[in-house]
Nanobody, 127 residues
Framework: QVQLTESGGGVVQAGGSLKLSCAAS????????MAWFRQAPGKEREFVAA????????QYADSVKGRFTISRYNAENTVWLQMNSLKPEDTAVYFC????????????????????WGPGTRVTVSS
């Protein structure tokens, strides 16, 4: 069983930055494919970024490319999402997710590929 806990959300003005953290419990984190998703009010959950076990495969949604950076430190069971140049449309609840199969594929952007999810952390970007 894997437990994920996000932190770092908050309220920030447009153009500002936030860094989200996701701490994972249990063993095996070093082999997991990790991702961030977000869900805005009234919208479906959408892919933000993903990273494989050794950070050699990193994927971003087009909407966040060049502004967000995903990273991980396996020794501390942690994955981060650095968010810069935030826009009001980035307002959402951000979720950390883990795929224990750790396979790079064309489906890493799909929520259904991830078995474990955190409860989320809210990010509000004011204009």
């Amino acid at each position: 069983q894997v437990q994920l806990t996000e932190s770092g959300g908050g309220v920030v003005q447009a153009g500002g930055s936030l860094k989200l953290s996701c701490a994972a419990s249990g063993h095996g984190f070093g082999g997991y494919f990790m991702a961030w998703f977000r869900q805005a009010p009234g919208k479906e959950r959408e892919f933000v970024a993903a990273i494989n076990w050794n950070a050699k495969n990193i994927q971003y949604a087009d909407s966040v490319k060049g502004r967000f950076t995903i990273s991980r430190y396996n020794a501390e069971n942690t994955v981060w999402l650095q968010m810069n140049s935030l826009k009001p449309e980035d307002t959402a609840v951000y979720f950390c997710a883990a795929d224990t199969t750790s396979t790079v594929s064309d489906y890493n952007h799909l929520a259904g590929e991830y078995e474990y999810w955190g409860p989320g952390t809210r990010v509000t970007v004011s204009s």
